[in-house]
Each structure stands twice: as structure tokens, then as C-alpha cells.
């Protein structure tokens, strides 16, 4: 469980009412949670998954790979005919899960890893290819200033009728309050 705020009087009340209800430990400082390293300063907060990138890179055995700066070719169409089917599909699912789960710090992976999410597959190549992105952007992460200013700015982009196959639209959005990103999505 983790609590936060900024009244320090209700937060230790509130733990010692759970001790007194549960056998509790107070661990301090939040410093890792469910794979995110939360790093913190004067300045303000500081999330990565960087332990998380390079397990997942290990369980596909792509320590050792090149490094690309883009996610996605942008002239690149998949579609569910493209390519060939793997033999075992279960390395590619786990690899799209974890690249979902990535997008909690890794805003700028959404769009990609929605696209390959959408194929059971046969687009490992472009899957693979997103794991290159990531090798070089493992230490990268979402800061959350302790002097941003509470001024609300929204984002959007679409793409009318841009699927090949269904002609689907697929949009997306950032929410940033502040210089604080607080809210994201790309979906079809």
C-alpha cells in the first residue's frame, strides 16, 4: 500500500490505525513499486522502468541489440495478411504485454505498441523493432515537478480512416498539467 499527501499528521495516524488493525511494515521513501524505480529530489519526482526494459529485453534475448531512434516507419501499413505467422505466438503476447505495460512511463510507445497489440503474430519484425527503441530510451522516464504550475494543456492528433484494412480511425491525446504529463492514450 502506499500512502501519500501532505499532512504528515494523518498520514501517521492513518498507520497507526492500520497497525493496530493489521500486521503492517513501514517501508519509508517509496523507491520501487511493480517495476518503477521512483527516484525523488528537491525538484520533484523521477519514474522509469528501467530494470523492467532490460528484464524484458533478457526474456526475448535482445541484450545485445542495435539501437533505432524511431518506433515506427512512418510510410509502414500492417495489416493481418502481412507477414508470416510464428510457429509459437506465445513470445510474441508476452512481448506486446510487456510493451503495454511499458507505456505507464513510456508515453511515447503507445502509438506502437497499439499497432503491433492489434496482430496475434505475424509482426515480430516490427515488434522487434521496438525493443531496439527501447534499449536506447531504457533510462528514460515521466518527471513530475514540484514547481510546475497548475495550468492544464491538452494535446490531440488523428488519423481519419487510416487503417488499411477497416478503415478505422486511430486518435490519441496528452494531458499535461503543468510541465507535468499526467494523462495519455492513442487508441483505434
Known amino acids: 500500500?502506499?500512502?501519500?499527501?501532505d499532512d504528515t499528521v494523518g498520514i501517521f495516524s492513518l498507520k497507526q490505525f492500520l497497525s493496530h488493525q493489521f500486521e503492517i511494515k513501514d517501508?519509508?521513501?517509496?523507491s520501487y513499486f511493480l517495476g518503477l524505480k521512483i527516484s525523488h529530489d528537491p525538484y520533484g519526482y523521477f519514474l522509469t522502468q528501467a530494470k523492467y526494459i532490460s528484464d524484458l529485453l533478457t526474456c526475448v534475448g535482445?541484450?545485445?541489440?542495435k539501437i533505432v531512434t524511431t518506433l515506427v516507419d512512418?510510410?509502414?501499413?500492417?495489416?493481418p495478411l502481412d507477414g508470416h505467422l510464428l510457429s509459437d505466438a506465445t513470445l510474441y503476447?508476452?512481448?506486446?504485454?510487456?510493451?503495454?505495460y511499458l507505456t505507464v512511463t513510456h508515453p511515447d510507445v503507445a502509438y506502437a505498441v497499439h499497432i503491433v497489440s492489434?496482430?496475434?503474430?505475424p509482426h515480430y519484425d516490427a515488434l522487434v523493432r521496438n525493443s531496439h527503441y527501447l534499449k536506447g530510451t531504457i533510462f528514460h522516464g515521466l518527471h513530475y515537478s514540484t514547481h510546475s504550475s497548475l495550468q492544464l494543456h491538452a494535446f490531440s492528433d488523428a488519423d481519419?480512416?487510416?487503417?488499411?484494412?477497416?478503415?478505422?480511425s486511430t486518435t490519441?491525446?496528452?494531458?499535461?498539467l503543468g510541465d507535468s504529463l499526467i494523462a495519455w492514450c492513442s487508441k483505434k
Do not use: E, H, K, N
Open 1 to 5: 500500500m502506499i500512502i501519500t499527501g
Open 27 to 30: 517501508l519509508g521513501l517509496l
Open 62 to 65: 535482445l541484450t545485445d541489440c
Open 74 to 79: 512512418p510510410q509502414t501499413r500492417l495489416t
Open 93 to 100: 503476447r508476452q512481448l506486446v504485454g510487456g510493451l503495454v
Open 118 to 121: 492489434q496482430f496475434m503474430s
Open 160 to 168: 481519419w480512416a487510416g487503417d488499411p484494412t477497416g478503415c478505422c
Open 172 to 176: 490519441g491525446f496528452y494531458f499535461f
